[in-house]
């Protein structure tokens, strides 16, 4: 059974930094295309950021040059450094995880296969 979890996240003021982390766990499973997403209420759920197997990445505009998506494939562990936060950034952030490689930029939200329960981002003004 794949599992994700994630952590990190808690409450910051505007302008600070956090680092959420994603641990991948599943006996057999490497996942090859794994991302960021978070959802604020009222709101759809919106991707941040999706990395695939070879390291590369994407990101929305939302967030480009504020947050850097990084993997550590010997730990199965998907990382989000998110700095120069602001109050529109506070939302549940997911992880999510797939094991097909093709794809992985435009697959849509859905048809990731596993997904964490979500970690919570307040940030205050």
């Known amino acids: 059974q794949v599992q994700l979890t994630e952590s990190g996240g808690g409450s910051v003021q505007s302008g600070g930094s956090l680092r959420l982390s994603c641990a991948v766990s599943?006996?057999?499973?490497?996942?090859?295309?794994m991302g960021w997403f978070r959802q604020a209420p009222g709101k759809e759920r919106e991707t941040l950021a999706r990395?695939?197997?070879?390291?590369?990445?994407d990101y929305a505009d939302s967030v480009k040059g504020r947050f850097t998506v990084s993997q550590d494939n010997v730990k199965n562990t998907l990382f989000l450094q998110m700095n120069r936060l602001n109050a529109d950034d506070t939302a549940l952030y997911y992880c999510?995880?797939?094991?097909?490689?093709?794809?992985?930029?435009?697959?849509?939200?859905?048809?990731?296969?596993?997904w964490g329960q979500g970690t919570q981002v307040t940030v205050s003004s």
């Open positions: 599943g006996y057999g499973f490497t996942p090859a295309c």
């Open positions: 999510a995880a797939d094991g097909r490689p093709w794809s992985c930029f435009s697959r849509p939200q859905g048809d990731f296969g596993y």
């Open positions: 990395i695939d197997d070879n390291g590369k990445t």
